[in-house]
């Protein structure tokens, strides 16, 4: 889908609270579409006093969110600040249809047990981030629901199935001859639909949404509506630094991880992605991050200012005394030492196998990644490093560690 030039709009003079209102839309973000008129609508909401409504919209497909999700909450939230009416809409509807965005095969549509059971969490967890009292919640089932046949046939009618096929995953699927489901292109017309309903002026989402947010743009202008502007934010990458945070992948920070456990996955990071993380994940300002660089190119550690961005985070989510009992815990396991917090594990069956004793203490997923960490030194048992995959451990209890973060105290019995 083409990104037209900007339209003809009242020309307002841009002011330095406007300019820097952009700066802070820009900071990490992927694309900001089209700068021109959301400078024109900043400048129109400065001068009237009506604040902007800016809508971002999340399908309720899982009951948790991890860090990777809040990077666009972040932005939400710095909207927010500015004193703009930030819409958290809930898909309940659009999750009945299934999202294709980025995929190469249709995905199943959600039961609407599923949604109602996983929308009760979103918005807790969202509020860690955003100002709960000026936030407004929606759900899309509102105006989706009673549209009814006719209404989305009606719907269905502004769209063409050419461009729904510009879209880059439908194309590939097309070409590559995999099907695409007729109620697949329902998904971007209705959350199109949800900008039309809510008169949005800015909508934000991943860069996998680009092409739903301009079916919402095109959609106001049919409507005659002033069309919406659009904000990308990039996905973040995960612990590994190289796939995008994932759960599947193992390389995520939940939001609702233990304080010690988050410190810890976050100090894990290497030094070159600290700074991306900083950037789109931490609350203060370039100038100060900028300064940070210039403080590790004279020689700084980088440990502490990872530090400092393991403190925010957790306290973001947590408290600042939970942050702070977390640097204390970390420092504490660097020097060998036990966690306070450390899990009581009862188990049967001695003599049982030490990769077995990994996986049933919950330290590992499976006996292979137990043996896996042996291989590497990385299985402390009081304190000892274990080399023998073979070890049978008789009936007794034992401080057991993985790596640096994962600690049980386990009571054996016969």
């Known amino acids: 889908m083409s990104t037209e030039s900007s339209v003809a709009v009242p020309s307002l003079p841009i002011t330095d609270e406007v300019r820097a209102a952009l700066a ?6 992927d694309e900001l579409l089209i700068e021109d008129e959301f400078a024109q609508k ?19 497909t899982a009951p948790d969110i991890h860090i990777g999700h809040t990077v666009v909450l972040n932005k939400m939230r710095q909207l927010q600040d500015l004193g703009h009416t930030v819409i958290f809409l809930i898909g309940d509807f659009t999750s009945l249809i299934g999202d294709p965005s980025g995929r190469n095969q249709t995905r199943p549509p ?9 929308a009760k969490t979103y918005f807790e967890q969202a509020a860690l981030v955003l100002d709960r009292e000026k936030t407004e919640i929606r759900y899309n089932s509102e105006w989706s629901m009673p549209l009814g046949a006719d209404g989305m046939i009606k719907l269905a009618s502004r769209y063409t199935v050419a461009r729904m096929l510009e879209r880059d995953d439908f194309t590939k699927r097309f070409q590559s001859g995999v099907p695409i489901s007729i109620h697949e292109f329902l998904y971007p017309l209705m959350q199109g639909y949800d900008s039309v309903a809510l008169q949005s002026d800015l909508e934000l989402g991943g860069t996998d949404q680009k092409f739903n947010l301009l079916v919402g ?3 106001q202008k049919q409507y005659g509506q002033e069309p919406q502007c659009i904000l990308t934010m990039p996905l973040l990458e995960g612990l590994d630094g190289v796939d995008k945070m994932s759960k599947s992948k193992n390389n995520y920070v939940g939001i609702s991880e233990k304080p010690s456990d988050m410190f810890g996955k976050l100090m894990s990071i290497s030094d070159t992605l600290m700074w991306r993380y900083f950037e789109l994940l931490s609350f203060r300002s370039l100038e100060e991050i900028a300064d940070f660089k210039r403080q590790v190119q004279a020689g700084r550690n980088p440990r502490e200012l990872k530090v400092l961005l393991a403190q925010e985070i957790v306290a973001r989510f947590h408290s600042q005394a939970d942050a702070q ?25 001695a003599p ?17 990644e137990a043996l896996r960490n042996i291989e590497q030194s990385g299985v402390k048992i009081d304190g000892t490093t274990i080399t023998d995959k073979g070890l049978k451990l008789e009936a007794g209890v034992y401080v057991v560690q993985v790596g640096k973060r994962r600690f049980a105290r386990v009571t054996l019995r016969a």
């Open 24 to 29: 802070i839309a820009r900071r990490g973000c």
């Open 110 to 118: 959600l039961t609407r047990e599923q949604i109602e059971a996983n």
């Open 42 to 60: 900043l400048a129109r909401s400065t001068q009237t006093g009506k604040p902007l409504r800016i809508k971002l919209g999340l399908d309720p």
């Open 352 to 368: 049982l196998p030490i990769g077995q004793l990994l996986k049933q203490a919950s330290l590992v997923p499976s006996t292979s």
């Open 217 to 219: 743009r095109e959609l």
């Open 325 to 349: 009992r977390a640097l204390e815990d970390f420092n504490h396991r660097a020097k060998g030492g036990v966690p306070d917090d450390i899990a009581e594990i009862a188990l049967s069956g």
